[in-house]
């Protein structure tokens, strides 16, 4: 089951390469924009949700659009969503292949109820479930840029419990989700070595690395000042490449491509390849707006409007522009995980 999920995601990915898809295959889908941090690089918490999509809705968005083979939840802090398994189930039971589902989690809710519910989409059967744990720092670093005093251990705790899950389902992968700001600046291996000290075990292939990015649309962030030094900065992603080693695996290929062309970016400040937004994939928020990209605050559409099918704002007139935008060189720079990963199986020769 689990393989054939992963050859239809690999042949809708590999066909990305030479023709314009009929279907996106990722969504990325922030379920709500509440959270319970107070991030000093991140503005979310400050929105307070209403008219969020019910769950009724997301059912039927799903039912009428089934062709995602990778389901992106985001938020705000996701687990916020008590409906969370239901949602995931609603994409489960009405697409055609669904083979992965990846969600970063603050780890500050209760986490008898989150391990609880990981639980439940783990026994849906599919093939593969990544969490990603932020941390943003060793102890007192990640509280203060978190704005939650005793959070990295929660963060510790929750990775702890995860380990153990893992061992009962092989398909769990589990990841510490590191967003480099002006904050955290040359501390990465600081953090590192604070983890290592209460898991032995965990490794430089253990951590995902981001560039905290600015975005009035998504962060609502673009008054702080978040961006570290970028000759600094490169230096330091380029010293923690070095010491990961090489995995088999699509996952982490593709994330080591990643990381390089991560150094492109911050060198230059330019996204390092065209980005695969309305044609691979979209983001598409709480309230149903669908978007090029996580990054690009541009709206094409909403879901609401169209009965819940994709497609007339997949065809419209907004999104063949945003297309031709991305053709002529003229996107948003950025470059995170959300699209780079199938910019990069878009663009094989990038991982090669």
């Known amino acids: 089951m689990g393989t054939g999920k992963l050859l239809g995601l690999g042949l809708t990915a590999l066909k990305s390469n030479f023709s314009q898809l009929e279907h996106p295959y990722k969504l990325t889908f922030s379920i709500t924009y509440g959270c319970q941090s107070r991030c000093l690089t991140c503005n979310?918490?400050?929105?307070?949700?209403?008219?969020?999509?019910?769950?009724?809705?997301?059912?039927?968005?799903?039912?009428?659009n089934p062709y995602f083979r990778w389901l992106e939840i985001t938020g705000g802090e996701p687990f916020l969503r008590s409906d969370i398994v239901e949602v995931?189930?609603?994409?489960?039971?009405?697409?055609?292949?669904?083979?992965?589902?990846?969600?970063?989690?603050?780890?500050?809710?209760?986490?008898?109820?989150?391990?609880g519910?990981?639980?439940?989409?783990?026994?849906?059967?599919?093939?593969?479930?990544?969490?990603?744990?932020?941390?943003?720092?060793?102890?007192?670093?990640?509280?203060?840029?978190?704005?939650?005093?005793?959070?990295?251990?929660?963060?510790?705790?929750?990775?702890k419990r995860l380990a153990e899950l893992r061992k009962q389902y092989p398909g769990l992968f589990v990841v510490f989700g590191y967003t480099m700001s002006k904050f955290n600046q040359g501390l990465f291996e600081k953090t590192y070595q604070s983890v290592k000290e209460l898991f032995p075990e965990v490794t430089y292939n253990n951590f995902h690395l981001n560039v905290a990015q600015i975005s009035d649309s998504y962060y609502q962030n673009g008054e702080l000042d978040i961006r570290p030094d970028r000759k600094e900065l490169s230096t330091e992603v380029e010293s923690i490449v070095r010491k990961r080693h090489f995995e088999l695996g699509a996952i982490p290929i593709v994330e080591?491509?990643?990381?390089?062309?991560?150094?492109?970016?911050?060198?230059?400040g330019e996204s390092p390849i065209k980005s695969r937004s309305l044609d691979a994939s979209l983001f598409m928020d709480s309230y149903g707006n669908v978007y090029p990209s996580i990054m690009w605050g541009r709206i094409v559409g909403n879901i609401r409007n169209t009965d819940f099918d994709l497609m007339p704002i997949w065809k419209n007139a907004d999104a063949e522009e945003v297309?031709?935008?991305?053709?002529?060189?003229?996107?948003?720079?950025?470059?995170?995980?959300?699209?780079?990963?199938?910019?990069l199986v878009g663009s094989i020769g990038n991982l090669l």
């Open 117 to 159: 519910k990981i639980r439940q989409v783990l026994e849906m059967g599919i093939p593969r479930l990544s969490i990603t744990l932020s941390l943003d720092g060793y102890r007192e670093l990640h509280d203060k840029i978190r704005g939650i005093p005793g959070n990295f251990d929660k963060v510790m705790d929750m990775y």
């Open 323 to 343: 297309r031709k935008l991305i053709k002529d060189g003229k996107e948003p720079n950025s470059w995170t995980a959300c699209e780079a990963y199938q910019s």
């Open 44 to 64: 979310i918490w400050q929105i307070k949700p209403k008219g969020e999509l019910s769950l009724q809705e997301i059912q039927e968005f799903a039912h009428k």
């Open 88 to 115: 995931i189930r609603a994409f489960k039971e009405t697409s055609k292949g669904l083979y992965i589902v990846t969600m970063p989690t603050n780890s500050l809710s209760n986490h008898e109820m989150i391990i």
């Open 256 to 268: 080591g491509a990643f990381l390089k062309k991560l150094v492109d970016y911050i060198k230059t």
